[in-house]
Structures are given as C-alpha cells and as structure tokens.
C-alpha cells in the first residue's frame, strides 16, 4: 500500500469514527428541508438524511443516523462536513464527480481541491461491492434535497 493509500484509508477511518452530522436533528423552522431514508439490502447498511436549505438555494446543514460499515458512515461524515454552504448546483456537480469516481474501478485520479476528503474513496471504486456503501448518503442527501419542502 503506498502512502496516498495509506492517508486516505486513515481519512476514512477517522470520519467513520468521529461521525460529522450524526444524530439526526430536527429540521429548523422556515428553512427548506427535506429527508431520506436509504437502505443497501446487499450488506445491511441504512441512513436517514435530513439536510437544510435557505431561501437562496444554499445547505445551511445535513445531519444523519445511520448503521453499517465504516465506509458509509464515514461518506456520510465527509459529506456532512463538506456540504454546508454549497449551493443545490454546486452538490450536484461534486455529486457526479463521486459518481464517475465510484464508477471508475481505480482508474479516476481525483481532485481534492473539488472532493475534499471524499477524494479518500477513490480506492472503494475497486471494489463494486462497497461503492452502494460509499454511494449511500450522497443518495440520500440528493433525494432529500430534491423533496425539500417548508
């Protein structure tokens, strides 16, 4: 294992145990919201998403609960960390960018100027059996997003 590797598998370990956004809190009165439950039946992971949207498109928070590996706990970590702020175009965008990466198999050299610390999964992409895992929360997090209401 080389050293970028190494540092990225320790990315991973660390959200998996400080666990950025979870619990789930409750949703801000007159801020757009929205919530998700995502479940991947192959391994048992599951996560309830709930994110925050100003009047201005912008995520104000994401919060979540959640069970299973450590490589969706820590993804949904990362993005909690990473998403507020961003405006609902701009997730979209880093969002396909973990979609190519995750579709990649290992052959993606990410940027972590754009991903952050989600650049850390690039090495999950060789295994297709941890990608929904890894996928998880950013599903959520979209289908919340998409059905935000007051």
């Not at 991973?12 to 666990?19: A, G, P, Q």
């Not at 996560?47 to 912008?58: G, K, M, P, Q, T």
């Not at 999950?124 to 959520?140: D, E, G």
Request: with cysteine; charged share 25%; proline share 3%.
């Amino acid at each position: 294992m080389n050293e970028l590797d190494q540092l990225y598998q320790q990315v991973i370990l660390d959200h998996s145990k400080r666990r950025i956004g979870s619990p789930l809190v409750e949703a801000t009165a007159g801020h757009l919201h929205g919530e998700s439950h995502q479940h991947n039946p192959i391994c048992g992971d599951q996560i309830r998403v709930r994110v925050e949207l100003n009047d201005e498109d912008h995520f104000e928070s994401m919060s979540w609960e959640g069970d299973g590996c450590s490589i969706s706990m820590a993804s949904a970590s990362v993005l909690s960390e990473m998403l507020p702020e961003l405006t609902k175009d701009e997730f979209l965008d880093k969002l396909e960018i973990f979609r190519e990466m995750m579709r990649s198999k290992g052959n993606f050299e990410p940027d972590e100027e754009v991903l952050e610390d989600a650049a850390a999964f690039v090495g999950v992409s060789k295994f297709p059996a941890r990608v929904k895992c890894a996928m998880l929360a950013w599903v959520a997090a979209e289908a919340a997003m998409l059905g935000a209401n007051k």
